[in-house]
């Protein structure tokens, strides 16, 4: 079974950059997806960005043009890379194949 680990968060300034990391264990050579799902304080739990195996991506509204997904096939890794980062990107955010999920990672975005 697939397990996913999470990393990356911290606290950063408006304006600044995090680059996520979502580590794959376990038979990953069967994930045909990854998304990065974030959730918020009272909020429910919103979709990010998606990366296929085939190579398509997507992105919420929200994040498009300031954060990009992608995969490192040498390290079984998947990124999100998130630039100019809003106070409202504030969020636990998660990695999931749709089967399993990790356990999250805090991005705090604040002066």
């Known amino acids: 079974q697939v397990q996913l680990v999470e990393s990356g968060g911290g606290l950063v300034q408006p304006g600044g950059s995090l680059r996520l990391s979502c580590v794959a264990s376990?038979?990953?050579?069967?994930?045909?997806?990854i998304d990065w799902y974030r959730q918020a304080p009272g909020k429910q739990r919103e979709l990010v960005a998606t990366?296929?195996?085939?190579?398509?991506?997507n992105y919420a509204d929200s994040v498009k043009g300031r954060f990009t997904i992608s995969k490192d096939n040498t390290k079984d890794t998947v990124y999100l890379q998130m630039n100019s980062l809003k106070p409202e990107d504030t969020a636990v955010y998660y990695c999931?194949?749709?089967?399993?999920w990790g356990q999250g990672t805090q991005v705090t975005v604040s002066s």
């Open positions: 999931t194949d749709r089967k399993v």
């Open positions: 376990g038979m990953y050579f069967r994930v045909l997806v």
């Open positions: 990366w296929t195996k085939s190579g398509s991506t």
